[in-house]
């Protein structure tokens, strides 16, 4: 009897040795397999549609051999059942991502961020070509309006009063979210201009602010000239000349305009030729950068009343008619 309980404790305790070893064996091979790299050279995308169950999710690793072993994965999150609660959503799987990562990555819901810009001195009209190309993010040619007026707005005039800028957003989301966010840094710091403008400005408000600012946003895209141009157009403003200004003449010929600007097109009575209105045309032409506004709101100390191209995206500028002239036909007419 004393031979065999020797025996069996002897037994029982090799058992557990073995027992032991080897789930110490199982686990260390687990843990390694969480900081094992994924099967990834380049960036890829990996969707994960709503619904999908981690046995599937680990089946879609497998199928697209971004791991070897799946079945070592489904034990991992035995181990740790959080690392099961995945996400649905689009990700990017990038080089030297591990198991451990791309669980992490899931189970917070950190999706592809997709970057869009909006250019400065580019219309709504263009900018709603650009969001309705692009694939991942759902648009709306309402929404610029829409915008508008869930913020009290119903002109049904959205130009110019959309921030210029770069805005993130996921996949299969809608853009209402950034140009909500573009609105509201428009009239952010359309509001922090018009506040911090110089005394006596020809302008009655902020929008006007605005209007002229997108008009310096077309005329220059040199940063030093901006507060002379806006001088210019202020000065003109000031002795009640007319801004003449071809921008405006573009703008007001929408469609029509095909690069060049003839005597008739200059003559022709639209709101926005300012070679016929007074004063400021009756809306922006396009969306002014944060520098435009700011020239807008300081213009330079200068006695300027025009300024012609010299061709490579500077200006020459005159204080009367004499030497503007001069200007043009040395740089315009080649004279």
């Known amino acids: 009897?004393?031979?065999?309980?020797?025996?069996?404790?002897?037994?029982?305790?090799?058992?557990?040795?073995?027992?032991?070893?080897?789930?110490?064996?199982?686990?260390?091979?687990?843990?390694?397999?969480?900081q094992t790299q994924l099967n990834v050279v380049?960036?890829?995308?990996?969707?994960?549609?709503?619904?999908?169950?981690?046995?599937?999710?680990?089946?879609?690793?497998?199928?697209?051999?971004?791991?070897?072993?799946?079945?070592?994965?489904?034990?991992?999150?035995?181990?740790?059942?959080?690392?099961?609660?995945?996400?649905?959503?689009?990700?990017?799987?990038?080089?030297?991502e591990t198991v451990n990562s791309l669980l992490e990555k899931l189970v917070a819901g950190n999706e592809k961020s997709f970057a869009l810009t909006l250019l400065e001195g580019q219309t709504v009209k263009e900018w709603r070509v650009q969001l309705s190309e692009q694939q991942k993010l759902r648009f709306d040619d309402a929404l610029f309006t829409n915008i508008l007026v869930n913020n009290g707005d119903d002109s049904g005039l959205p130009e110019g009063k959309f921030f210029p800028d770069?805005?993130?957003?996921?996949?299969?989301?809608?853009?209402?979210?950034?140009?909500?966010?573009?609105?509201?840094?428009?009239?952010?710091?359309?509001?922090?201009a018009w506040d911090s403008r110089q005394a006596g400005l020809p302008l009655k408000s902020s929008y006007e602010l605005l209007i002229l600012?997108?008009?310096?946003?077309?005329?220059?895209?040199?940063?030093?000239e901006r507060p002379w141009i806006a001088a210019v157009f202020i000065n003109r403003l000031r002795k009640g000349m007319r801004l003449q200004t071809d921008p405006t003449v573009i703008y007001g010929m929408g469609d029509r305009y095909q690069g060049n600007i003839t005597r008739?097109?200059?003559?022709?009575?639209?709101?926005?030729?300012?070679?016929?209105?007074?004063?400021?045309?009756?809306?922006?032409i396009a969306a002014p950068s944060l520098a435009a506004l700011h020239a807008a709101a300081n213009p330079a100390?200068?006695?300027?009343?025009?300024?012609?191209?010299?061709?490579?995206?500077?200006?020459?500028f005159s204080k009367t008619l004499l030497e503007h002239n001069r200007a043009v036909n040395k740089y315009q007419r080649n004279r």
């Open 1 to 34: 009897m004393k031979k065999f309980l020797i025996g069996f404790l002897a037994t029982s305790f090799t058992l557990l040795t073995i027992t032991a070893v080897g789930g110490y064996w199982g686990y260390q091979t687990l843990m390694t397999f969480g």
């Open 42 to 96: 380049n960036a890829q995308e990996l969707e994960i549609k709503r619904g999908t169950s981690f046995n599937q999710f680990t089946n879609i690793l497998t199928q697209k051999k971004l791991i070897e072993e799946g079945w070592k994965l489904k034990w991992l999150v035995r181990l740790n059942p959080a690392l099961a609660q995945i996400k649905s959503g689009l990700y990017e799987v990038v080089p030297q």
């Open 166 to 192: 770069t805005y993130h957003y996921r996949a299969h989301s809608s853009a209402n979210t950034l140009l909500r966010e573009s609105y509201r840094k428009m009239q952010v710091e359309l509001e922090k």
């Open 213 to 224: 600012a997108s008009i310096i946003e077309k005329e220059t895209g040199k940063a030093s």
């Open 264 to 284: 008739k097109d200059l003559r022709e009575q639209t709101a926005f030729n300012t070679y016929r209105i007074n004063g400021l045309p009756p809306t922006p």
């Open 301 to 316: 100390d200068v006695n300027y009343l025009y300024f012609v191209s010299q061709n490579d995206g500077s200006h020459v």
